[in-house]
Structure formats: C-alpha cells, structure tokens
C-alpha cells in the first residue's frame, strides 16, 4: 500500500515539533525503514509484539488483571514502532496510538490494517494530544514515553482531562534517576557518550522516582500509586529479556563476572520488590525503579 493511502488512516495533530523531537524523528525515520521488510513479513501480531524493543507484553498483564473480561477506550503514548498498541490491541481493546515521528505511524497503519486491529495511529506529541476530540478513555499510558515529553506536565493534564471518571494513567518503564545522580552530569554524559548510554539520538529527559509522583499530582490525580515492575519482582524475565537482546554477552572477557553480579543484584532487588513494606520507600527515594499510576476520582 502507498504512503498516500497509509497516510489517509493516521490523524495528523499539530505538527509544531520541538528541535529535540524533530531529531528524533529523524532517526527514527531510519529505524522505520529497517523495520518495513519485518512489518511485511510478519506472521502475527504476538510476533509483532514480542520481537520488538517494548516490553508491554511483558509488564502489562498484570496491571490489566483489574479489568477482567472488558474491553477498553486506551491512548497509548510515545509508541515508537507500535508494539505496546498492537499488543493491547490483539486483546480486543480500542487503541488511539499517539506517536510523533509519521514514519512510525506508517509503520503501525500497516500493520494494524494486516492484522485488522483496531488502533487509530495519531501523529503528535503529547503535548498536544487535546486536539483529537476523544473523550472518556479508560486508560492512559506512557510506555518509556513521558521522560520524552518536552513539557511533562502539560502531557500529564492533557491525560486527566481526557479519562473517563475513575479513569487510570499507567506510567511504565520510564528513566528513573538514582538520587546520587547529578543532573546536570548526567545530560553531559548523555552528549559526550551517546552509545554508553543506550542513547539513539531520542528526545531525552530525565527524572527522580519523587518528580514522577509530584507531576501525577500536579496534573490532578488524586490518587497515586507506585509499584514494582514484572522484571523486578521476577529477575529470571530480565534475566532472559536482556540475553535475547545480545546488550549483553557474558562470555566476552570480563563480562561473564560482571554478568555474574548484575544476576546476583536482580534476584536480591526481587527479594525487595516483593515486599511491599521495604519497596515503598526504597522506590519513593528513588533507590529502585517503579512503576506509577494516578486516578481520576
């Protein structure tokens, strides 16, 4: 199908990108055009989902286990390729994709007409994700997407203005900060070591596991809610996720050691994670990662 018809299928919002989004949208117009012969060539939407970069599939049954049995209005946030969307999607939700970069969106309108999801690719930031004239969603999600967000904040109201009453925000994986970490140094070395950094020339921003708290409240969410990710409270997933994505290769001088410990650290931070009473506040000093929910009440 053609860039005109695909094009025909994608809600295009205000295009006013930032210069740190228009460089991302720039590299990942390349990864857009890697990942066509795979989106072509693809036999379903779980392999869609399970080998791409998201790990959705992974941390989000859980928290969808408080919805048993209904199908639901969900924006799904800054999704990259689209395997968050496709994934909630194939479970028979009502997905809104929003995600800046058009070759993306692309990407994702194939491959929703492939499988016949029902997703609607939005080309935006979310920022500005007012102006696509839906209401009463049921969920909100950022999936390693806020930290994205030139103006969080704003992203984070425009989110509770568009929930249902009751309606939920699901922050997931985002960067969290330890709180040793100067910020200033970090975005320094976000610059001068790029590739030690995992950085692919994205829109970055970081923040303190407390700053993703104070903005759910400061967008009006009367409740918020932390809690630890799958891949903390079972480290042979992480375990597994990062061996199938070739980061690491243990058998590489030194690595095998290294390896040895971070497993070490995986199972004693699952130990932790799993008790609710030592991972509150550990989390809320931004000593381990978390995972963040604020209702609309």
Not at 63 to 72: A, I, N, T
């Amino acid at each position: 199908m053609v860039n005109s018809e695909i094009d025909h299928q994608i809600k295009y919002l205000s295009q006013r990108f930032s210069a740190g989004v228009a460089r991302e949208n720039e590299a990942n117009a390349s990864f857009a055009k890697d990942h066509s012969f795979f989106v072509e060539n693809c036999k379903s939407p779980m392999e869609y989902y399970e080998d791409g970069v998201s790990n959705a599939y992974i941390e989000y049954p859980e928290f969808l286990k408080q919805y048993p049995g209904k199908k639901l209005k969900i924006l799904d946030i800054g999704v990259g390729r689209g395997e968050s969307s496709v994934y909630l999607a194939s479970l028979g939700h009502q997905v809104f994709s929003i995600e800046p970069s058009k070759d993306f969106c692309r990407l994702i309108a194939q491959i929703k007409n492939k499988f016949s999801l029902n997703i609607t690719p939005v080309c935006s930031v979310a920022e500005e994700m007012g102006q696509l004239n839906e209401s009463n969603f049921d969920l909100v999600i950022f999936n390693s997407s806020l930290h994205h967000c030139d103006n969080p904040d704003i992203a984070l109201h425009q989110a509770y203005l568009m929930l249902k009453p009751n309606g939920k925000v699901f922050l997931s994986s985002e960067i969290q900060l330890k709180p040793w970490v100067n910020k200033s140094a970090w975005y320094r070395r976000l610059e001068t070591h790029p590739e030690e950094m995992g950085h692919y020339g994205g829109n970055e921003h970081a923040y303190f596991n407390w700053e993703y708290s104070r903005m759910l409240k400061g967008a009006g969410f009367q409740k918020v809610d932390t809690f630890p990710s799958v891949q903390f409270l079972r480290p042979l997933v992480r375990i597994a996720l990062e061996l199938k994505s070739d980061r690491y290769n243990p058998l590489k001088g030194t690595a095998g050691f290294k390896y040895f410990l971070r497993i070490m650290y995986y199972f004693a931070a699952s130990v932790v994670a799993n008790n609710h009473w030592l991972f509150q506040p550990l989390a809320k000093l931004s000593l381990l990662p978390g995972q963040y929910v604020g209702e609309k009440l």
